[in-house]
C-alpha cells in the first residue's frame, strides 16, 4: 500500500524538500496550509512538485482545524516543521511564537492521539535548544539554555513530544537539526541574506551588505541532506532522538567569505557592522556531534558548506539578474 503523509510547513525550506523526497520514494503527500496573503508555494514550484501535493487549510494553533487534517489525510506519518522559525522575530513576537511554535506541537499532539495514536510523528528541533552551550561539543546528552524566545519554544516542543511518546507509547521522535540551508532558505536568514547581497552586489543592485555578530559561529548543513534524517528516524522500530548536524563549524565571516570570493569580490569591501543585527542573548558557537544519528540511522551528510553556499550565490545570481 502506498504510505501517506502530512507535513506541517510544506511551504518552508524543509517541508519543500521533504516533500519532494517523500514523493520519490512513493509517498502520497499531504500538506497543511496556513492561508497568507502572500504567495507561499514558490519552493514547490522551484523544485517542481507544487502540483503533486494535496493541500488541506489549517493551522497549528488551531486545534479543530489539525483534527480534521488528519481524518482527511490519514497518514501514516506527521512531519512537524510549522513554526515562527525565525529567532529575531521571537522577541519582537514572544507570545505568537510561543504559540505557534510550542503549543502548536501539543495541538498536533492531541490531534494524533484523537484521530489515530498508531500515526508516526516526528518533531522539529532545533541546536537553539543547546543556546549558552554546557558542552564544547553538542550531543543528545548536553543540557538545554535556549537563549531566545524561539528556543524557548521549541525546547517546550522538544520535550512535550518526549512527554507523550511515553505516556501514551506513540511513536514520536524528535530532530535536534543544527543549521541547514539552501537556494530556498528565507531572505531573513543570514546564509540567505549574504547570498542575496552577493548577487545584487555582483551585479550593481546594492552596494553594501550590513550584518550584526559575524564572529558567531555555525553548523552549517544541506537542507537537502538533513530531511533524510528526518524520514529515517519515522523508519524505525523504536522512536528516538537524534542530534543532525556536520560537526564541522564556521563563522558568519568564513561563510562571507566563501559567498564573496565565488564572484571574485572581497567581503571586507562590502561588509558592514550594525549593531541594531545583534541579538539581546547572542548564541556564540554551536557545532553537533552526529555519531549517534550514522550509527542508528546510517546517515551522514553529503553536501560540504562551501557547495552549498557556491550553489545559494549561482541561485541568487540567477534570480537577481531575473529582476531585470
Same mark, same amino acid.
Given at each position: 500500500m502506498t504510505k501517506r503523509a502530512l507535513i506541517t510547513g510544506i511551504t518552508g525550506q524543509d517541508g519543500a524538500y521533504l516533500a519532494r523526497f517523500l514523493l520519490d520514494k512513493g509517498y502520497e503527500v499531504f500538506g497543511l496550509h496556513a492561508r497568507r496573503a502572500t504567495d507561499t508555494f514558490w519552493r514547490l514550484r522551484y523544485l517542481g512538485v507544487e502540483n503533486d501535493v494535496t493541500m488541506i487549510e489549517g493551522d497549528l494553533t488551531d486545534l479543530s482545524s489539525l483534527i480534521r487534517a488528519a481524518t482527511e489525510s490519514q497518514p501514516d506519518e506527521i512531519y512537524n516543521l510549522g513554526s515562527q522559525s525565525f529567532v529575531a522575530t521571537s522577541w519582537q513576537q514572544p507570545q505568537l511564537t510561543a504559540q505557534v511554535t510550542g503549543v502548536g506541537v501539543l495541538n498536533m499532539l492531541e490531534a494524533i492521539r484523537i484521530i489515530n495514536p498508531k500515526i508516526r510523528f516526528y518533531q522539529a528541533s532545533t541546536s537553539e535548544l543547546f543556546g549558552k552551550i554546557q558542552d564544547p561539543i553538542q550531543t543528545e546528552n548536553t543540557p538545554f539554555y535556549p537563549r531566545s524566545p524561539y528556543g524557548v519554544a521549541k525546547l517546550y516542543g522538544h520535550w512535550i513530544t518526549i512527554n507523550y511518546r511515553e505516556s501514551f507509547d506513540l511513536h514520536a521522535s524528535c530532530g535536534i537539526l543544527f543549521n541547514h540551508e539552501s537556494p530556498l532558505r528565507g531572505i531573513e536568514f543570514v546564509t540567505r541574506k549574504v547570498t542575496d547581497a552577493v548577487a545584487r552586489i555582483k551585479q550593481g543592485k546594492q552596494k553594501e551588505l550590513r550584518l550584526g555578530n559575524i564572529d558567531a559561529k555555525r553548523d552549517w548543513g544541506f537542507a537537502g541532506d538533513y530531511v533524510d534524517a528526518m524520514w529515517r528516524m519515522l523508519?524505525?522500530?523504536?522512536?528516538?532522538?537524534?542530534?543532525?548536524?556536520?560537526?564541522?563549524?564556521?563563522?558568519?565571516?568564513?561563510?562571507?567569505?566563501?559567498?564573496?570570493?565565488?564572484?571574485?569580490?572581497?567581503?571586507?569591501?562590502?561588509?558592514?557592522?550594525?549593531?541594531?543585527?545583534?541579538?539581546?542573548?547572542?548564541?556564540?558557537?554551536?557545532?553537533?556531534?552526529?555519531?549517534?544519528?550514522?550509527?542508528?540511522?546510517?546517515?551522514?551528510? @553529503?553536501?560540504?558548506?562551501? @557547495?552549498?553556499?557556491?550553489?545559494?550565490?549561482?541561485?541568487?545570481?540567477?534570480?537577481?539578474?531575473?529582476?531585470?
Open positions: 523508519q524505525l522500530d523504536e522512536p528516538d532522538d537524534f542530534v543532525i548536524a556536520t560537526g564541522r563549524t564556521t563563522t558568519v565571516r568564513d561563510m562571507c567569505k566563501i559567498a564573496f570570493e565565488h564572484v571574485g569580490l572581497n567581503y571586507e569591501d562590502h561588509v558592514v557592522i550594525d549593531k541594531k543585527f545583534y541579538r539581546p542573548a547572542e548564541v556564540d558557537i554551536l557545532i553537533g556531534d552526529p555519531a549517534k544519528a550514522k550509527a542508528k540511522l546510517d546517515w551522514a551528510p @553529503t553536501t560540504t558548506l562551501e @557547495t552549498m553556499i557556491t550553489e545559494m550565490v549561482d541561485a541568487d545570481m540567477q534570480r537577481v539578474a531575473g529582476e531585470g
